[in-house]
């Protein structure tokens, strides 16, 4: 079954960087769209950026500039650079399959603040 398992999250201070990554198995990683969302306390769950299997990028319009989501289909992983960080990306983040069977990791945390 689809597995996906987030790791990088953290405290970090404005303006600092973190890297998410998602490590994927149970599927075919590199015929799968993939993306970031990310969930902020008492909102609903966004999107931040996804990437479609020709590596097409798309984001949402308070990431543009300061997030990157990339694949290493060799290693089934999925990452999200952020640069940049400001207080209001604090969030638990996740990393989705598109498609069927769909599925959804744990989440990873990230805290932005001095």
């Known amino acids: 079954q689809v597995q996906l398992v987030e790791s990088g999250g953290g405290l970090v201070q404005p303006g600092g960087s973190l890297r998410l990554s998602c490590t994927a198995s149970g599927f075919t990683f590199s015929s799968s769209s993939m993306g970031w969302y990310q969930q902020a306390p008492g909102k609903q769950r966004e999107v931040v950026a996804f990437t479609t299997i020709g590596g097409t990028t798309t984001y949402a319009d308070f990431v543009k500039g300061r997030f990157t989501v990339s694949r290493d289909n060799a290693k089934n992983t999925l990452y999200l650079q952020m640069y940049t960080l400001k207080p209001e990306d604090t969030a638990v983040y996740y990393c989705?399959?598109?498609?069927?069977?769909?599925?959804w990791g744990q989440g990873t945390q990230v805290t932005v603040s001095s």
């Open positions: 989705k399959k598109f498609g069927l069977p769909t599925g």
